[in-house]
């Protein structure tokens, strides 16, 4: 049995940094790609940033790009997502999810794992 267990969320001001960890058990991370999503009130859940299953390669969601930085240490099975110069529309559940394969996607239905999520709220 695949899980994944988020942490390092919290209040934060904007301009400030959170870095959130997710660690894989069950599964050897090297298995497949990870992503992160969001999910705000009342809003859809939604892509914010995925890496590919040796860490080479990264997508960022247009909202995020040059702020966040996703990163794996498989040696871990961890994933991080360092989050930097915080704004008030970052406040969402963050949640960690495995993918089904090795490359990354955007799409909710390509990963079949996910963490129970972590709070990360944006606010002076």
């Known amino acids: 049995q695949v899980q994944l267990v988020e942490s390092g969320g919290g209040l934060v001001q904007p301009g400030g940094s959170l870095r959130l960890s997710c660690v894989v058990s069950?599964?050897?991370?090297?298995?497949?790609?990870m992503g992160w999503f969001r999910q705000a009130p009342g809003k859809e859940r939604e892509f914010v940033a995925g890496?590919?299953?040796?860490?080479?390669?990264?997508t960022y969601a247009d909202s995020v790009k040059g702020r966040f930085t996703i990163s794996r240490d498989n040696t871990k099975n961890t994933v991080y997502l360092q989050m930097n110069s915080l704004k008030p529309e970052d406040t969402a559940v963050y949640y960690c999810?495995?993918?089904?394969?090795?490359?990354?996607?955007?799409?909710?239905?390509?990963?079949?794992?996910w963490g129970q999520g972590t709070q990360v709220t944006v606010s002076s």
């Open positions: 069950g599964r050897t991370l090297t298995s497949a790609a």
């Open positions: 999810a495995r993918a089904k394969n090795l490359y990354v996607n955007i799409a909710t239905y390509e990963y079949d794992y």
């Open positions: 890496i590919n299953w040796s860490g080479i390669l990264t």
